[in-house]
């Protein structure tokens, strides 16, 4: 059974920073493609970070380019993201997402569509306070 578990979420104030992690059940984990998306209160969930299998691709959102730095250790079958510079409007719901594929070219298209994405886990909560 494919399980994504986020973990690392919590409360801080602006400037701040956190280092969200997705564990990931899925074998070979080195096979899929990952992605941060997030889903702020009352607003539809966006894709923020992805990265290719073999971690030679990322991509980022416009808003979050320079501050967040995804990651991937496949030894460990975690994803990571880095996330500095923290701003109120970071505030949302974090999820990790799986997709079985190589994307390097279409991982920013990919970011702007929940439909490619295979797997997705339970979300962790970050809260920036002003």
């Known amino acids: 059974q494919v399980q994504l578990v986020e973990s690392g979420g919590g409360s801080v104030q602006a400037g701040g920073s956190l280092r969200l992690s997705c564990a990931v059940s899925?074998?070979?984990?080195?096979?899929?493609?990952m992605g941060w998306f997030r889903q702020p209160p009352g607003k539809e969930r966006e894709g923020v970070a992805g990265?290719?299998?073999?971690?030679?691709?990322?991509s980022y959102a416009d808003s979050v380019k320079g501050r967040f730095t995804i990651s991937r250790d496949n030894a460990k079958n975690t994803l990571y993201l880095e996330m500095s510079g923290l701003k109120p409007e970071d505030t949302a719901m974090y999820y990790c997402?799986?997709?079985?594929?190589?994307?390097?070219?279409?991982?920013?298209?990919?970011?702007?569509?929940?439909?490619?994405?295979?797997?997705w886990g339970q979300g962790t909560q970050v809260t920036v306070s002003s």
């Open positions: 997402a799986a997709r079985s594929a190589y994307m390097c070219s279409t991982l920013r298209s990919a970011l702007n569509n929940l439909d490619p994405w295979n797997y």
């Open positions: 899925v074998y070979p984990y080195s096979s899929y493609s």
């Open positions: 990265i290719s299998t073999r971690s030679d691709c990322t």
